[in-house]
C-alpha cells in the first residue's frame, strides 16, 4: 500500500514539474513578446497546454496577444469538446466586438463557423463564414475558403468543394503563404479519394506532406492529412503503406489530444484490419473510434464509427449485429445529415446486410435509399442496383420466384416509362436552354456593340476637347507674343501652361487603358517635363516625382493637375534665380482615406519680410482650388519651399 502512494506521489510530483516547465515555454508574462504561439514558435507543450493557455489569457495585458491566445484556445478545443470550443468563441467575439478589432471579430467568426460545421449546423456554418468574410484579413481567406469547403463536402457536394480548395490553394499561392497551400493540397487529396481517384489523391497528399515538413508544423492538418494519404493507399489497396501512415497520424494525434483525428484514423484502421481479416485488432480499433467522437460530442464521426463496424460485422457474416449497427449509425445522422457519401454507404451495408438476413424487402428499400442517395454525389446506378439485388432475390428466395418477377418487370416498366418521360422533357428543357443561350448570345453581341460605340465616342469626345484646349493655348501663345507688356505677356503664356495642363489630362483618358481615370504619376512626369522645357531650365533643375501609381478620376484630377501646375510654375520662377541647379520633388500619396499633395524645391526660399514676386492670381487660383478639394494647405519655408495639402476624394480610383 506505501509503494503505492509512494508511485501516485511521484507520478503527480512529476506532472506537475512538466506543467510550470510546459508553462514557461508557452507564456511569459515577463517577456516582451508573452505567448510562444501554438505549433508556429514552438510543440513543446505536452498534454495541459489548453489549461496553460486557458489560465494564462487573462493576466495578458496585450489585447492583441491575449486575442490570439483566446482564438488558439477556441481553435483547438474543438479537437476536444466542441462546447467548450464555442463558449471560447463567444467569449473572443465579444471582447473583439469591444475593443473594436475587426479583424480578430471576423477571424472567431471564421472559428465559429469551423464548431458550428463539426456541430452538424451547416446552414448557420456557411451564414457565419460568409459574414466572416468582409471583416477578415486577406491572409486569412485562404481558411475561411478551406471551411466554406467543408460544409459543401458535408452535404454531398464534392464539385462545389473542390472549387473552394482551388480557391484557397489560389490565394495561397498568390500570397506566398505554405501552410495555406499545403491544408488546399490536403483537402484536394481528400476530395480526389471521395471520387474514387485515389492515384491523384495520394500525389496531392504527398504534396502536402512534404510542404507540412519543411515548414516544420506538425499541427492539426500536418495529422489529417497523414489520414488522407492512409486513406488513399488502403483504397489502392498499398495496406502496409497505409498502415505506417495512419500510425504515424495516431501518434501526433494521442500527443496533442486531437479526438477528430483520432477517430477519424481509428475508423481507417478499421477498415483496414478487416481487408486483413484481423478481426481482433479492428473491433478494438471500432471501440476507439466511438471513444473518441463521444469524447468530442461529434455525430459526424459517432455515425462513421457505427457505419465502419456495421461493415465489419457484415464481413463476419454476423448480419444481425450490423442491421442493428446500421441502424444506429443511420439513426445518428438523422434527416438533415446532409453528408450523402456517407450515408449512402450505410444504406448500402443495410441492405446487403438484409439481403444476408433473407429479409429481402428490406433489402430493396435500403438498397432503393442508397441509390437515391449515390445519385446526388456521382451519378445515378438505379438500374444496375436494381438488377444485382433481383438477382440475389431470384437465388435465395425461390419460393417466391415469380411474384418477385413480376413485380419486379412491373417496376421496370414503370421506370422505363418515367425514364422515356424524363427524356422527352429533358429533351425540351434542353431545346428551350438553347434557344435562351441563343438569345442571350444576340443580347451580349449588341450590347457589347453599343458598349464599343459609346466608348468610341466618349474616346472622340476627349479627343476633340483636348484639341480644342491645344487650339487656345497655341491662341493664348500667339496673343503674348504680339503683347510688349512682359507682366501681361508672363500672365498669357501661364494660362497657356493652365490649359495645356487639362488639355493633358483629356489626352490621357482617351489613350489611357480607363475612360473615367487617369494615372497620376505618368500625368505629373508628362506635365512637369514640358513644364520645365518651355522655362528652358532642362538641366537645371531636376524633377523627381515621388510616389506609387495611384489612378483618380477627372473631376478630382483636373484642379490637382491645376495645383501642381502652379506650385511647380512658381518655383521655377522665383526658387532658382542666377541659373541657380536644384530639384523640384513632387509626391501624391494615400493614407487611408486621405490623399496627401505634396510639392518640394530646395531653391531660395523666401521669409515673411520678402515682397510677393508676380501678380498674386497663382496664388489665388490654388488657394481656390485646395477648398473646392475640401484640402487644408500647409507651407513651409525653411530650406527652400515645402507646400503640402491634404484633402479627401470620396470618387478616387
Known amino acids: 500500500m506505501l ?9 503527480a510530483f512529476l506532472s506537475t514539474l512538466n506543467w510550470g516547465t510546459s508553462f514557461a515555454q508557452i507564456i511569459d508574462l515577463e517577456s516582451e513578446n508573452p505567448y510562444k504561439k501554438v505549433f508556429v514558435d514552438t510543440d513543446n507543450f505536452g498534454p495541459s497546454y489548453l489549461k496553460i493557455l486557458e489560465k494564462a489569457y487573462p493576466k495578458i495585458k496585450s489585447d492583441t496577444i491575449r486575442l490570439s491566445v483566446l482564438h488558439d484556445l477556441a481553435y483547438y478545443w474543438h479537437t476536444r469538446n466542441l462546447g467548450t470550443a464555442m463558449k471560447f468563441v463567444k467569449e473572443g467575439l465579444g471582447q473583439s466586438i469591444e475593443q473594436h478589432h475587426v479583424i480578430w471579430e471576423g477571424r472567431f467568426m471564421v472559428t465559429q463557423g469551423a464548431v458550428l460545421l463539426r456541430m452538424e449546423k451547416l446552414d448557420s456554418a456557411e451564414v457565419v463564414l460568409n459574414e466572416a468574410r468582409a471583416k477578415v484579413a486577406k491572409r486569412d481567406l485562404a481558411f475561411l475558403n478551406t471551411q466554406l469547403g467543408y460544409v459543401y463536402e458535408r452535404r454531398g457536394r464534392l464539385d462545389k468543394a473542390t472549387d473552394y480548395a482551388e480557391i484557397s490553394l489560389r490565394l495561397g499561392k498568390e500570397l506566398r503563404d505554405r501552410k495555406a497551400i499545403a491544408l488546399a493540397y490536403s483537402d484536394l487529396s481528400n476530395l480526389f479519394w471521395k471520387q474514387s481517384k485515389a492515384e491523384t489523391g495520394l500525389e496531392y497528399a504527398l504534396k502536402s506532406l512534404e510542404i507540412f515538413e519543411e515548414i516544420g508544423i506538425t499541427d492539426l492538418d500536418y495529422d489529417f492529412t497523414l489520414y488522407v494519404a492512409g486513406n488513399n493507399y488502403l483504397s489502392l489497396k498499398e495496406y502496409e503503406k497505409a498502415k505506417q501512415y495512419y500510425e504515424h497520424a495516431l501518434i501526433i494525434g494521442e500527443r496533442y489530444g486531437f479526438y477528430n483525428n483520432l477517430s477519424d484514423i481509428y475508423i481507417s484502421l478499421l477498415d483496414l484490419y478487416v481487408y486483413l481479416n484481423t478481426y481482433q485488432e479492428a473491433e478494438e480499433a471500432g471501440a476507439n473510434a466511438v471513444k473518441y467522437a463521444k469524447m468530442l460530442s461529434n455525430d459526424f464521426l459517432l455515425m462513421r464509427s457505427w457505419l465502419s463496424i456495421g461493415k465489419m460485422n457484415i464481413q463476419r457474416g454476423d448480419y444481425t449485429l450490423a442491421i442493428k449497427n446500421l441502424h444506429k449509425s443511420i439513426d445518428i445522422a438523422t434527416e438533415d445529415f446532409g453528408d450523402g457519401f456517407y450515408l449512402a454507404q450505410a444504406y448500402e451495408g443495410l441492405g446487403r446486410a438484409y439481403a444476408g438476413n433473407h429479409d429481402y424487402q428490406q433489402a430493396y428499400k435500403a438498397m432503393a435509399e442508397y441509390d437515391r442517395l449515390k445519385a446526388q454525389i456521382f451519378t445515378a446506378e438505379a438500374d444496375q442496383r436494381t438488377s444485382l439485388l433481383r438477382t440475389e432475390l431470384d437465388l435465395a428466395d425461390k419460393e417466391g420466384q415469380i411474384l418477385h418477377q413480376e413485380s419486379l418487370i412491373s417496376r421496370q416498366k414503370t421506370r422505363q416509362t418515367l425514364f422515356i418521360i424524363i427524356a422527352i422533357l429533358m429533351l425540351l428543357l434542353l431545346l428551350l436552354s438553347y434557344q435562351a443561350i441563343a438569345n442571350n448570345v444576340r443580347k451580349n453581341r ?10 468610341f465616342l466618349i474616346m472622340e469626345i476627349h479627343h476633340r476637347v483636348k484639341n480644342n484646349l491645344e487650339m487656345v493655348s497655341s491662341l493664348l501663345s500667339l496673343h503674348a507674343a504680339q503683347i510688349k507688356d512682359k507682366l501681361v505677356s508672363d500672365a498669357m503664356l501661364e494660362s497657356q501652361h493652365r490649359v495645356l495642363s487639362m488639355a493633358m489630362i483629356h489626352q490621357k483618358l482617351y489613350t489611357g487603358k480607363h475612360l473615367a481615370s487617369i494615372e497620376m504619376k505618368d500625368y505629373f512626369e508628362n506635365l512637369l517635363d514640358y513644364t520645365v522645357d518651355a522655362f528652358g531650365m532642362v538641366g537645371q533643375v531636376a524633377i523627381e516625382i515621388d510616389m506609387p ?23 521655377l520662377k522665383y526658387a532658382f534665380p542666377d541659373h541657380r541647379e536644384g530639384k523640384i520633388t ?15 524645391d530646395d531653391g531660395v526660399g523666401f521669409t515673411a519680410g520678402d515682397e510677393v514676386a508676380g501678380t498674386g492670381f497663382g496664388t489665388q487660383l490654388i488657394a481656390l482650388l485646395t477648398k473646392q478639394l475640401d484640402g487644408k494647405m500647409n507651407l513651409k519655408t525653411s530650406q527652400g519651399t515645402s507646400v503640402s495639402i491634404q484633402f479627401q476624394i470620396e470618387k478616387a480610383a
Open 446 to 455: 449588341l450590347l457589347q456593340k453599343q458598349n464599343n460605340d459609346k466608348e
Open 586 to 600: 513632387v509626391g501624391l500619396h494615400k493614407i487611408a482615406d486621405i490623399f496627401q499633395l505634396k510639392v518640394i
Open 3 to 11: 509503494s503505492f502512494f509512494y508511485k501516485v506521489a511521484c507520478l
Open 549 to 571: 501609381e495611384l489612378e483618380l478620376d477627372v473631376d478630382a484630377a483636373t484642379p490637382i493637375g491645376l495645383i501642381v501646375n502652379e506650385l511647380v510654375t512658381n518655383s
